[in-house]
């Protein structure tokens, strides 16, 4: 009996001793055996982690490429009530030096023997401003306007008719008569002795061989591009067409253009604030469809545009008749907007200039300076 209980009893010893040992092996394994998934899984999220902190989407990427180049362009043109138009002219320079935007600003010789005149210190602004390019335009009475050819230049040798033009682009011009008052400087050489550059585009708004002459004369006295807007008839190919950076008529380059807008048309199309002016920008780039390369987007004011009814006030006397004598008192009955219209004009531009300054992954804004550098000239 005694025998029988030793061994139930080393029985009994072993079994627990079985049961320990597979009880350590088995905490042994769960403590000590590496996990095959989660490392591995951590290892992917950190990777995805970094990567998602480090680059940029791809998306950023195709949006960067594809960024629209913005031109601001004010033609100053009209000479009828100077003070309003220096005033304005005045308040776009600080709109856009305030936000950093750049600025063509396009001056026609009777607003500049204004500006020579009545306001020598904003002179020296166009010159100095960070933000402004100085460019050029014709207006009437100067022959070289289209429908305004008193003086029978395209029936002119191209030697009389080169002289004739030269003339009028170096001397100042007469609103009455409609010609070159040869004791007085004016014109494209006048603007470019005093601004101390040659203006880089100009406006030259001839057909045929005025127009011919006219490229020869500006290229000669240092112009690098000149003004076709999309939507006008192509003077080669009598079509509509948009012009691309790099595209020549004649010694000039034509400016870029794909989208042009007439600014002051929009007021109130959405509302005047940024997003208002925002979405003018967006819809038309919508239906442009043409985002497989940047878009050269134009928005153009007057300086008018800010106070007069309608056109300019200018064209209260040339619109009626293109021969002279032209009687100027015409323009002096011109009508102004209302106050509110006027407010409404500035809060809408200045919102179009501060959406471009807060959009820079959308846009670039550039002037006739910086195409220059674009084309490498």
Same mark, same amino acid.
């Given at each position: ?15 627990? %001793?079985?049961? %320990? ?17 989660? @490392? ?26 594809? *960024? ?65 390019? %100085? ?7 100067? @022959? ?111 400016? @870029? ?6 600014? !002051? ?9 940024? *997003? ?41 006397? !040339? ?35 501060? !959406? ?22």
């Amino acid at each position: 009996m005694k025998n029988k209980n030793v061994i139930l009893l080393f029985i009994r010893i072993m079994l627990f %001793v079985l049961f %320990v040992f597979a009880f350590l092996v088995s905490c042994s394994e769960t403590d000590t055996s590496p996990s095959p998934r989660e @490392p591995q899984d951590n290892k992917e999220h950190n990777k995805e982690q970094t990567q998602a902190d480090t680059q940029v989407p791809s998306d950023t990427d195709e949006t960067l490429a594809e *960024k629209d180049y913005i031109l601001f362009t004010l033609n100053y043109n009209d000479w009828t009530f100077p003070d309003k138009s220096i005033a304005a002219l005045e308040k776009v320079i600080e709109i856009h030096e305030k936000y950093n935007v750049p600025v063509d600003i396009y001056i026609s010789d009777p607003t500049f023997q204004n500006l020579m005149t009545m306001a020598p210190d904003v002179v020296e602004k166009l010159k100095t401003s960070s933000v402004v390019a %100085v460019s050029y335009h014709i207006r009437p009475p100067m @022959p070289a306007y289209k429908n305004f050819d008193f003086l029978g230049l395209e029936e002119m040798s191209d030697q009389e008719r080169y002289e004739t033009l030269l003339s009028y682009e170096e001397h100042k011009l007469d609103l009455e008569t409609g010609m070159p008052i040869l004791d007085k400087p004016g014109g494209y050489q006048y603007l470019k002795e005093i601004i101390g550059y040659a203006p880089i585009t100009v406006g030259i708004q001839g057909v045929g061989l005025i127009a011919t002459t006219m490229k020869k004369i500006y290229a000669e006295k240092g112009a690098t591009f000149m003004v076709k807007h999309t939507g006008d008839l192509d003077s080669d190919s009598a079509t509509t067409k948009n012009f691309k950076l790099g595209e020549k008529d004649g010694a000039l380059f034509i400016r @870029p253009e794909d989208i042009a807008f007439k600014w !002051y048309e929009y007021a109130n199309m959405y509302g005047t604030d940024e *997003k208002a002016a925002g979405k003018v920008i967006e819809d038309a780039i919508l239906a442009e469809d043409q985002k497989d390369t940047s878009l050269f987007i134009n928005i153009k004011m007057h300086e008018n545009n800010f106070f007069s009814e309608g056109n300019a006030a200018m064209w209260d006397v !040339y619109g009626k008749d293109h021969k002279p004598p032209f009687d100027l008192s015409a323009a002096y009955e011109h009508a102004f907007m209302t106050d509110q219209e006027i407010e409404d004009q500035w809060i809408f531009y200045e919102s179009a200039v501060a !959406y471009v300054a807060h959009h820079p992954e959308q846009y670039t804004a550039i002037n006739s300076f910086d195409l220059k550098e674009m084309i490498e000239i």
